[in-house]
């Protein structure tokens, strides 16, 4: 692990990594050094997020509340992202290290701060596999056809925990073979998606538009015409969703060629390119198929969780060529969901990895394998966990499922929020070195932190703790009836509380002496 020169020491290699830390192009923890550059890392954060998916899942739930705004909404979501995008660049300038928001909240904070915000990572990360393998088994049904299945809650899960095995094993195999897939992946869906989106815009405005088509206005743009601003942070929340993922770029930084720098680059124009894909996408599906409540409408609660489905037989057609660029719209989707199971199991893996080399959890995690250099333990524990909380969600309840996707935004908010503020206190003495500085390792990352810190206590105990938000509540003895999306995201945060505490009695060596010590960037070592 790499801090300022002249702070602290590096830690000596896990005893379980250290007959693969000498084998060739691995690093100081055994992963492959070397093995991703900046086009590889920009696909890797931008397949992550999903787009194709997000939207998908998103859009919809975004119109119903802030109406014809949606498109400003999607764009101003992008705001927080790109300020904790760059305090992800800042500190990882200073200590690239796989572990991230656990390792750079330990520095910041303290270890406890530290592990929660690993625990952040890993149990966000948990929650969206479970839906990500569920759209996975639906679309792949669709894809051939076969709607029955895709309509059967045991086909499909079946189905999901395929997808998950499958994409386990690629991330198990190697990190330059999931690099190389990803480009695949992600080149079919932003190719989809700016074909729809340009096809849906020519239809509106040519001479036979769509009867729910309604051309483009300024008003669509300003946010001060959203109803409420309930409906405005609502929407916003909503909206973060879609951008999240772009920090796995930072995860593999480890096996990046050119760990201080290309990393933090691939996060910060990750996140410029989705808020271009999404601003296209979601202004042209509304142009398109208006807000209405019914038939493609993106109004219509009936096709809030997949207004791509919907839209894309009206705008490509259902014979010839339109069937075809139909059927890849879905096969999009589809492979979009994957690639993100694929990329979500990956910064899970090296979060887990990163926590056991420094002795946060069981040694077993920071195991590397001889010859893929990629972690064994924590990439197949991730696999394991996911499965058996997808099987288990799905066993419950379908309702329980979708308020469990909800919830993520909260464990997002936490952990993203935690790094902007670890940025802050980290470089705290260097803010009056310059007006960069200042700018991008002071005001940027604060502002970033002080916006999620704002969404995460507006979402979890105004709006998610309605009982009467989504699909869920849950009688509490002390708060009454709550809703099940507060109930779910806070519970999850809170279930890494006790697993801290249980790790701190059975190996607290972390707690007591943190290789990590708290710290503070010295003006003259500070990038």
Request: with cysteine; proline share 6%.
């Amino acid at each position: 692990m790499n801090g300022p020169p002249g702070e602290r020491p590096s830690p000596p290699p896990s005893p379980l990594s250290a007959p693969t830390a000498a084998s060739s192009g691995a690093g100081e923890k055994g992963l492959k050094t070397g093995a991703l550059g900046l086009v590889s890392s920009v696909a890797i954060g931008l397949a992550s997020t999903a787009p194709a998916y997000s939207l998908a899942a998103t859009l919809g739930i975004i119109v119903v509340g802030v109406g014809l705004q949606a498109p400003i909404i999607t764009i101003l979501a992008f705001i927080p992202m790109l300020l904790i995008a760059f305090a992800y660049k800042e500190l990882n300038a200073s200590d690239p290290d796989c572990g991230t928001t656990f390792t750079w909240g330990a520095r910041a904070f303290g270890p406890r701060t530290g592990w929660l915000g690993g625990w952040g990572i890993v149990a966000a990360d948990i929650i969206v596999m479970a839906n990500l393998a569920q759209i996975a088994g639906v679309y792949g049904f669709r894809l051939f056809g076969f709607n029955g299945l895709a309509e059967s809650t045991a086909w499909t899960t079946a189905a999901g925990v395929v997808w998950i095995v499958v994409m386990t094993a690629i991330c198990y195999i190697g990190i330059e073979i999931s690099a190389a897939l990803q480009r695949w992946l992600l080149a079919i869906e932003v190719v989809m998606l700016v074909l729809l989106s340009v096809t849906a815009l020519v239809k509106v405005y040519g001479e036979n538009p769509p009867p729910t088509a309604i051309e483009v206005d300024a008003s669509w743009f300003n946010p001060f015409d959203v109803a409420s601003s309930t409906a405005f942070t609502a929407g916003i929340l909503a909206a973060v969703f879609i951008y999240w993922g772009w920090d796995t770029a930072v995860s593999v930084n480890e096996e990046t060629a050119d760990a201080a720098r290309t990393p933090g680059r691939a996060a910060v124009i990750s996140t410029v390119l989705l808020l271009l894909i999404y601003a296209l996408a979601s202004t042209s599906a509304q142009a398109f198929a208006g807000i209405g409540t019914e038939g493609i409408g993106l109004g219509n609660e009936e096709n809030s969780g997949d207004v791509l489905s919907a839209l894309g037989g009206a705008v490509f057609g259902s014979t010839g060529l339109g069937w075809f660029l139909t059927k890849l719209l879905i096969f999009m989707v589809l492979t979009s969901s994957a690639a993100s199971t694929q990329t979500t199991i990956l910064p899970t893996a090296r979060t887990t990895f990163s926590m056991a080399a420094h002795k946060a959890i069981p040694d077993e995690f920071a195991r590397v394998h001889p010859r893929h250099l990629t972690p064994t333990w924590s990439t197949v524990g991730m696999g394991i966990a996911s499965i058996a909380f997808y099987v288990l969600l799905t066993a419950i309840s379908g309702n329980v499922l979708a308020d469990s996707i909800a919830s993520v935004g909260l464990a997002i908010a936490f952990y993203y929020g935690l790094t902007g503020f670890a940025c802050v206190w980290y470089y705290r003495k260097v803010l009056t070195r310059s007006v960069r500085d200042f700018l991008f390792k002071g005001l940027a990352p604060l502002a970033g932190g002080l916006m999620l810190l704002y969404f995460f206590c507006y979402g979890a105990f105004d709006v998610y703790a309605d009982p009467d938000y989504g699909a869920t509540s849950i009688d509490l003895p002390i708060f009454g009836e709550t809703g099940g999306v507060t109930v779910i995201g806070i519970g999850a945060l809170a279930i890494g509380v006790v697993l801290m505490i249980v790790q701190w009695a059975v190996q607290g060596s972390w707690f007591r002496h943190p290789d990590v010590p708290v710290s503070v960037a010295d003006p003259a070592d500070a990038p």
